[in-house]
């Protein structure tokens, strides 16, 4: 059986429409929709169907005063980068595309993650 997204299917459109506001920024995920650039995730649909986006800090400040929102926490840590999307935000599209278009602009400003190389099954020693 293939797994898929669990949570709400209005919340999976909405994000959906919202990462196609964006041409450069791309879908990923099965389970848990996201989106990365430079091996840095930036936004993300839990299993809840809350969006979190990530942030550079000053702008940070601004989106959880003009929206009520909090820092997001997963697994019982926080993700200082990452703010909570409210769904009244989510559902307007339009006004969160700008946020979601700044948090992929930061983001590009980040070092980029280096690549992982394949690792053999028997050693885990890195493939030559």
Do not use: C, I
């Not at 999976?12 to 995730?41: F, Q």
Request: net charge positive; aromatic share 10%; hydrophobic share 35%.
């Amino acid at each position: 059986m293939k797994k898929t997204f669990e949570g709400p299917e209005r919340a999976l459109r909405l994000y959906e429409a919202l990462v196609a506001g964006n041409p450069e920024a791309e879908r990923k995920g099965v389970t848990m929709p996201y989106t990365s650039r430079n091996g840095h995730m930036f936004s993300f649909l839990d299993a809840g169907g809350t969006m979190a986006l990530a942030l550079p800090p000053d702008r940070q400040a601004e989106f959880l005063d003009r929206y009520d929102s909090h820092v997001v926490e997963q697994h019982g840590r926080l993700m200082k980068d990452f703010v909570a999307v409210p769904d009244r935000l989510l559902a307007r599209t339009t006004e969160l595309q700008s946020w979601f278009n700044a948090s992929y602009d930061w983001t590009g400003t980040r070092k980029p993650k280096p690549t992982a190389r394949p690792r053999t099954k028997a050693s885990g020693e890195p493939r030559s």
